[in-house]
Nanobody, 120 residues
Framework: QVQLVASGGGFVHSRASLRLSCAAS????????MCWYRQAPGKQRELVAD???????NYADSVKGRVTISRDNAKNTVYLQMNSLKPEDAAVYYC??????????????WGQGTQVTVSS
C-alpha cells in the first residue's frame, strides 16, 4: 500500500504564511499527478492546486497568486506554500496522488489531512 502523510498545518493570523508538506511512501513505482484539496466545515471538498510529474501546475482561482505548489520527485514529496492567508482559507487540507503501484495498476491515494486555522 501507499501512504501519504500531510503536515505543516497550524493556527495562524490573516496575512500569515504556511508551508504544507506531503510525503508518500510504500510500494511506489511512479508518482504521477499530485494534488492538494481542502474541505471546510459545511462545504464540499475543493481542489486547491495540482502538479504533474513534469512540473506543470494548476490553481484554483481563489488561491491563484497566493499559493505555489511544487514537488521533489526524489523525495516523493509535494509542497504547498501559502501566503497572504485569509479566514476563508481555513480548512482541512488533504494531499492526493495518482500512483503506479505496478506496471499495470494505478491507484489514487489520500493523506490523512492537516488542519489550517486562520483567525481574523
Amino acid at each position: 500500500q501507499v501512504q501519504l502523510v500531510a503536515s505543516g498545518g497550524g493556527f495562524v493570523h490573516s496575512r500569515a504564511s504556511l508551508r504544507l508538506s506531503c510525503a508518500a511512501s510504500g510500494r511506489i513505482i511512479r508518482l504521477n499527478v499530485m494534488c492538494w484539496y481542502r474541505q471546510a466545515p459545511g462545504k464540499q471538498r475543493e481542489l486547491v492546486a495540482d502538479i504533474t510529474r513534469g512540473g506543470r501546475t494548476n490553481y484554483a482561482d481563489s488561491v491563484k497568486g497566493r499559493v505555489t505548489i511544487s514537488r521533489d520527485n526524489a523525495k516523493n514529496t509535494v509542497y504547498l506554500q501559502m501566503n497572504s492567508l485569509k479566514p476563508e482559507d481555513a480548512a482541512v487540507y488533504y494531499c492526493n496522488a495518482e500512483v503506479f503501484t505496478s506496471l499495470s495498476r494505478r491507484e489514487t491515494s489520500w493523506g490523512q489531512g492537516t488542519q489550517v486555522t486562520v483567525s481574523s
